[in-house]
């Protein structure tokens, strides 16, 4: 009997891909929180998440092709890419709130970890099975 990874992993997999690419971007924006007229982006992780379990896609965090030839989008799109919206925006034009950007940042490394810690828990479980523990 095969087993099915995206059944047996779920979500997983495509959200650790996300949060990486959420942390490029907002380590980006941290590192650009000093220069004049730069807008910080994001993209909306719960959305994209949110779409996908409504539909009850089966390809999560993919676009449905509906011919072959069509080319397969990636997740982090532009598209994809939001501006932030500043609270206080500075004087310069550049609109990166470093608190905010540092807490975001934090708790998306904290949400990568239990999707991390999630997938080598099943991994573990999936090794226990095939082994015949």
């Known amino acids: ?7 047996a992993l779920g979500i997983h997999p ?5 949060r990486v690419q959420r942390a490029e971007i907002m380590a980006n924006n941290l590192a650009n929180a000093d220069t004049p007229g730069f807008k910080a982006r994001d993209v909306d ?4 998440l949110g779409e996908q379990m409504d539909n009850g896609a089966k390809q999560p965090l993919s676009m449905q092709r509906t011919d072959r030839q069509h080319i ?3 997740i982090a799109s532009d598209a994809s890419l939001l501006y932030r919206t500043p609270t206080q925006p500075s004087v310069d034009g550049n609109t990166v709130d470093t608190q905010k950007e540092l807490a975001e940042f934090t708790k998306n490394v904290l949400d990568y970890q239990a999707s991390f810690q999630f997938l080598n ?3 573990k479980s999936l ?6 523990e």
């Open 1 to 7: 009997m095969a087993i099915n990874f995206q059944n």
């Open 45 to 48: 992780f719960r959305a994209m």
């Open 127 to 132: 090794s226990k099975a095939i082994k015949g």
């Open 72 to 74: 397969a989008m990636d």
């Open 121 to 123: 828990s099943k991994f």
């Open 14 to 18: 495509k959200a650790l891909e996300v």
